[in-house]
């Protein structure tokens, strides 16, 4: 895969950085598509939410099992989000403010500034919402508030 662009963030550290956009709420961001790819932006902006597919360029060690933030004990990668994965491919859903040429204005970021863009797709509630899941481990922990998803360490480790 290559690039097709990159995301710029408010934020140069991992422990800075919400762990999902719900913690980055309002946070601002652009993405600056390489001019190749800009022709591909043609009628995005009638979506008011795009999912991001990007890689975890800062992750150097993969691992299998994690303690995951929202939890005390190690899960399966696959059963987590956090960003230790084999193929460091990580995807948010972020608000779409604007687009200029090739530059998109968004917000609810919690990418590292920098971070390589793999994709974007649209957000399409009908095809992307799922009202019957379980959601597995997390269902036993207590939901931190929004706050606490603002910021956290454990994956610089
Ligand atoms: C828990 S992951 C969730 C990301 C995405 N929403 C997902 O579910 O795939 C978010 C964390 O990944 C880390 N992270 C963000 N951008 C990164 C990058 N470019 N390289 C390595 N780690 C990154 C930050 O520590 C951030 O708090």
Redesign the pocket.
């Given at each position: 895969m290559t690039p097709i662009g990159v995301i710029h963030t408010p934020?140069r550290q991992?422990?800075d950085?919400?762990?999902?956009?719900l913690g980055g709420q309002a946070v601002r961001g652009q993405i600056v598509l390489d001019p190749a790819y800009a022709e591909g932006l043609a009628d995005v902006e009638g979506f008011s939410h795009l999912t991001l597919v990007?890689?975890?360029?800062?992750?150097t060690q993969p691992a299998l099992r994690v303690v995951p933030?929202m939890d005390t004990q190690e899960r399966g990668i696959f059963a987590t989000?956090?960003?230790k994965r084999p193929n460091?491919?990580?995807?948010?859903t972020v608000r779409l403010l604007g687009v200029q040429g090739g530059v998109l204005d968004i917000c609810d970021v919690?990418?590292?500034d920098?971070?390589p863009l793999l994709d974007i797709k649209p957000f399409y509630p009908r095809y992307d919402n799922r009202h019957d899941a379980r959601a597995g481990w997390l269902e036993q922990v207590a939901e931190p508030p929004v706050a606490q998803l603002r910021?956290?360490d454990r994956?610089?480790r």
């Open positions: 934020f991992m422990r950085t919400p762990i999902q956009p990007y890689c975890f360029d800062r992750i933030y989000r956090a960003p460091r491919i990580g995807l948010s919690d990418m590292l920098g971070t910021a956290d994956f610089a």
